[in-house]
Nanobody
Framework: QVQLVESGGGLVQPGGSLRLSCAAA????????MAWYRQAPGKQRELVAN???????NYADSVKGRFTISRDNAKNMVFLQMNSLKPEDTAIYYC??????WGQGTQVTVSS
């Protein structure tokens, strides 16, 4: 049974930073691709960033230069460092593991 648990969300002022963590349990996932998605109220879920088993990352244009995705294969974890946060980054952030495993989501709110 694969389980993904996110943490690190919260309320932050514009320009601030947060670091999301996702712990994957159930097996070794070093060969799986991992990603972060987000869903804002009234909008579709969108890809924020993904990281391949090789460690190569890919980012949505809206977060390039501000967010950094990383992974620790020894700990089965993936991280999302979010800097220079904007109100439009407000959303529920979900951890994803291939082929189709999802976490429960963590709320990120950017507001003054």
């Amino acid at each position: 049974q694969v389980q993904l648990v996110e943490s690190g969300g919260g309320l932050v002022q514009p320009g601030g930073s947060l670091r999301l963590s996702c712990a994957a349990a159930g097996s070794s996932f070093r060969f799986n691709n991992m990603a972060w998605y987000r869903q804002a109220p009234g909008k579709q879920r969108e890809l924020v960033a993904n990281i391949f088993s090789s460690g190569n990352p890919n980012y949505a244009d809206s977060v390039k230069g501000r967010f950094t995705i990383s992974r620790d294969n020894a700990k089965n974890m993936v991280f999302l460092q979010m800097n220079s946060l904007k109100p439009e980054d407000t959303a529920i952030y979900y951890c994803f593991l291939t082929p189709n495993y999802w976490g429960q989501g963590t709320q990120v709110t950017v507001s003054s």
